[in-house]
């Protein structure tokens, strides 16, 4: 017999799309970033400057707390993948138990 199909409630469709922006927010985020420390985009343009702001502004209060427990790895930041993870984990959990 073929497995009901419920649909989730409107809650976990909105706190899963809040999950999604944050994601796209922190991608956006990391090919700046990468841009910028490669000299590809020049990181006092108003525009590159006003948006990298934000995202430092919106991300950094979720990634401080992750870099107080990751170990330095020579320069290299992995907080935004453990952060992606933990999104991950939460939004599966939303699904699964609500």
């Known amino acids: 017999m073929p497995y009901a ?3 989730p409630s409107p809650f976990v ?11 796209l927010a922190l991608f956006i985020w990391i090919i700046l970033s990468v841009l910028i420390s490669f000299n590809i ?3 006092w ?3 590159v400057s006003k948006v ?3 995202l430092n502004r919106l991300l950094e209060p979720m990634l401080a707390p992750i870099r107080r427990f990751m170990p330095e790895l020579n320069g290299i930041d992995l907080s935004p ?3 992606i993870l933990v999104l991950e984990f939460l939004r599966n959990a939303l699904y ?3």
């Open 52 to 54: 990298f702001d934000v």
């Open 41 to 43: 985009v020049n990181r």
């Open 5 to 7: 199909v419920t649909t």
């Open 13 to 23: 469709i909105l706190l899963a799309n809040v999950i999604w922006l944050i994601k």
């Open 96 to 98: 699964h138990y609500f």
């Open 45 to 47: 343009h108003p525009v």
């Open 81 to 83: 993948v453990v952060l």
